[in-house]
């Protein structure tokens, strides 16, 4: 089991990367120790997102440019005319072995032939990546503390008080670690009014009316389109899943590096980043590999999924896979790909990796986008899939990215979106549940909120600890370790 260890850093203030305004960017950030892949997915539920190991959540009540958390309902997708032409044109690549002559010009995010719908903004747009903090994470042996609280977890089978520094109440991390990732074992429960319908049909003796079924048009699937390549065929792409902490991301780091080099010189006109700065952004994951019994060759965990073209690496997907859905954390690929609407083609290969997961793991059937910038037109194009939800960013519930919502962003650029005025955060920290967050105070001591004031152990701001608490939620609070140390 792993814990999940963070040091929180408070509000951000930075040079926007959508508007370019100087110093109107606001977030909360903190450094992810660790992560474990449940209160990941906890933590993107409510508007957080990492950058290697660093975790932001955007105050979009103050921010210049509102940033909603956006996903995908993989189950529920339709391709779009214009997926199925960007489909089609791969598939006619690795077929053929050739371009469309009216391709042969045209420039990433650019409309062409006068056809905007076809469009591959994501190309030429991508996230903006957060400034880091000048504050430095304090040093930390995480395996270390990792298998400290581990020994004191394994105390739960045999006593419902466990001494950690001699501190009875820790016992709440194993506690809401174990009650928190119970599987729902109820099945749904009928609607009441279905339940009085059918009630009312026995009594009378009528029988249940069975639906007649409907002839449908077979429409072709996303997996139609990706069906097993021919030996014929010129060209052959294959997609390899790596994880980032595996041998063969090592071995195959200097062809990716070199791409990530080239997108970002060519797409983005930034200057190269060094392999350490690379690693730092793409590589490094607070998420910890995590083998499950449903997915034993994948787990969950971070990612690259590379894309091969015969022996040529020409993209790749960072991706974390989790619990409930597959996060996508960055995109790049080879300029002279362009033609292929590579940035396009990659989420529909996500999407695709999705309903594949899902077989086996129903859970997991959502796809996380990052940030929907409606104030940012080039950010836009992440609303374009269908089945897409936003995040309200008060209450945490999800709504369809409709027309109205759209139509509320552009009249104002923030939005509670849940209409409901009396609804609240379900998973929203009070006061009263301060006692039981639990603290790192040194390396070899992890103690309760409510233990520490008690035993006047030290100094801890209470107001940054309730103000960390609220911004995670009640569960991630009482779950996750606060690091609490000079």
Not at 243 to 262: A, C, H, I
């Amino acid at each position: 089991m792993s814990v999940s260890i963070v040091q929180y850093f408070g509000e951000q203030t930075n040079k926007c990367g959508y508007c370019s305004g100087t110093n109107c960017s606001k977030s909360h950030g903190m450094h992810a120790y660790r992560l474990a892949c449940e209160d990941y997915q906890d933590l993107i539920d409510r508007g957080w997102r990492r950058c290697g190991n660093y975790c932001y959540k955007p105050q979009n009540d103050k921010t210049c440019c509102p940033c909603y958390t956006i996903k995908c309902d993989a189950l529920e997708f339709k391709l779009s005319k214009s997926n199925k032409r960007i489909l089609r044109r791969m598939n006619k690549f690795l077929r053929d072995g050739k371009r469309d002559p009216n391709e042969q010009q045209h420039t990433p995010g650019q409309p062409k032939n006068g056809d905007g719908d076809d469009v591959d903004v994501s190309s030429s747009a991508s996230e903006s990546q957060p400034q880091l903090p000048d504050k430095k994470p304090s040093v930390l042996n995480v395996e270390h503390v990792e298998n400290l609280v581990q020994a004191h977890v394994e105390q739960i089978k045999t006593s419902n008080t466990i001494q950690v520094s001699g501190d009875p109440s820790a016992s709440l991390l194993a506690n809401n670690k174990i009650k928190a990732f119970a599987p729902n074992l109820n099945p749904p429960r009928k609607k009441a009014k279905q339940m009085r319908i059918e009630r009312r049909q026995a009594k009378l003796g009528v029988p249940h009316e069975q639906p007649q079924p409907q002839p449908k048009i077979q429409e072709k699937t996303l997996k139609d389109f990706l069906s097993a390549p021919k030996e014929t065929d010129k060209h052959q792409l294959k997609l390899r899943l790596v994880n980032v902490d595996g041998e063969e991301f090592k071995r195959t780091l200097p062809q990716s590096y070199e791409l990530y080099q080239k997108y970002q010189i060519v797409i983005h006109h930034d200057p190269p980043k060094n392999m350490k700065a690379y690693q730092e952004h793409l590589q490094h994951s607070p998420l910890k590999h995590k083998k499950i019994e449903d997915l034993p060759n994948v787990g969950y965990g971070s990612f690259h999924q590379q894309y091969w073209l015969d022996t040529k690496l020409i993209a790749v997907g960072v991706i974390d896979i989790l619990p409930g859905s597959v996060s996508s954390v960055y995109f790049f690929y080879d300029p002279d790909y362009s033609f292929l609407s590579l940035g396009t083609y990659g989420s529909l290969r996500e999407i695709d990796l999705v309903q594949t997961l899902a077989e086996r793991v129903p859970a997991l059937k959502y796809y996380y986008m990052g940030f929907y910038i409606h104030s940012c037109p080039k950010m836009r194009y992440k609303g374009k899939l269908s089945a897409s939800y936003l995040l309200c960013p008060e209450t945490y519930d999800w709504f369809p990215l409709t027309d109205e919502i759209r139509n509320k962003l552009d009249a104002k650029k923030y939005h509670r979106l849940n209409p409901d005025a009396t609804a609240k955060d379900v998973n929203e920290f009070l006061n009263q549940h301060l006692n039981d967050v639990m603290l790192l105070i040194n390396p070899q001591t992890c103690i309760s909120y409510g233990r520490f004031i008690q035993r006047n152990d030290g100094d801890v701001d209470r107001d940054v600890i309730i103000e960390y608490s609220k911004l995670v939620g009640r569960v991630c609070a009482q779950r996750m370790l606060y690091v609490n140390m000079s």
